[in-house]
């Protein structure tokens, strides 16, 4: 069964830093990895989605990269921002149309 | 605007109930999914629907009921067999096939009084 795990659990940073948030997966046949965040109380917003035959994607400050023979992605932030405060979450998708395996999320905290 | 809508936001539900939340959406997507989120825990599958009138269990399907009669919607009933309902509910939808785009809803937040 598909595990996902995400360091650190939470982090807390000055604005303007550039900043790594790690995802693992213990089954490397996935169809794709999706990055989300997630506000308090909020739903969740998609901001970048990796097919597993592509190493890469980007979005504005975001960057999402994936190995997918090491099981492992990251999530990299630049220049972070107040706003960018949320809880991250990580989700793999093992192509078989029964939903997304999510990690617990890393909790971030951009301090102004 | 496409996306997806839940509601209500907020639900109370007394012991015993059997309550309904909704969800619709309009962004044509054969899939849609309902997941349960707990503090400290990631986000656990209950039904999901590839077509109308089909659905499965998730990991988590005990205590719940869905019905798909029609492609934008996929309502779940959280009824007495489930003993722990107080959650945070989300509803989500893609094209089907697990290996598009996952979009989900604002969320509904129960809770057993």
């Known amino acids: 069964k598909q595990e996902v795990t995400q360091i650190p659990a939470a982090l807390s940073v000055p604005e303007g830093e550039n900043l790594v948030l790690n995802c693992s997966f213990t089954d490397s046949a996935i169809y794709n990895l999706q990055w989300f965040r997630q506000d308090p109380g909020k739903g969740l917003t998609s901001l970048l989605l990796i097919q597993s035959s592509q190493r890469e994607q980007t979005s504005g400050r975001l960057n999402a990269s994936l190995d997918k023979s090491s099981g492992r992605s990251t999530l990299y932030i630049a220049a972070s921002q107040p706003g960018d405060s949320a809880t991250y979450l990580c989700a793999v998708s093992g192509g078989g149309a029964d939903g997304l395996t999510f990690g617990k999320g890393t909790h971030l905290i951009i301090q102004p | 605007d496409g996306g997806i809508t839940q509601s209500p936001k907020y639900l109370f539900r007394k012991e015993g109930q059997n309550v309904t939340l909704s969800c619709e959406q309009n962004?044509?997507?054969?899939?849609m999914y309902w997941y349960r989120q707990d503090p400290g825990q990631g986000l656990r599958l209950i039904y999901y629907s590839q077509i109308v009138n089909d659905f499965q269990k998730g990991d988590i399907a005990e205590g719940y009921s869905v019905s798909r009669e029609k492609k934008e919607s996929f309502p779940l009933t959280v009824t007495s067999a489930q003993k722990n309902p107080t959650a945070f509910y989300l509803c989500?939808?893609?094209?089907?096939?697990?290996?598009?785009?996952?979009?989900f809803g604002q969320g509904t937040r129960l809770t057993v009084v």
């Open positions: 962004l044509n997507h054969d899939a």
């Open positions: 989500a939808s893609d094209f089907s096939g697990g290996n598009t785009e996952a979009f």
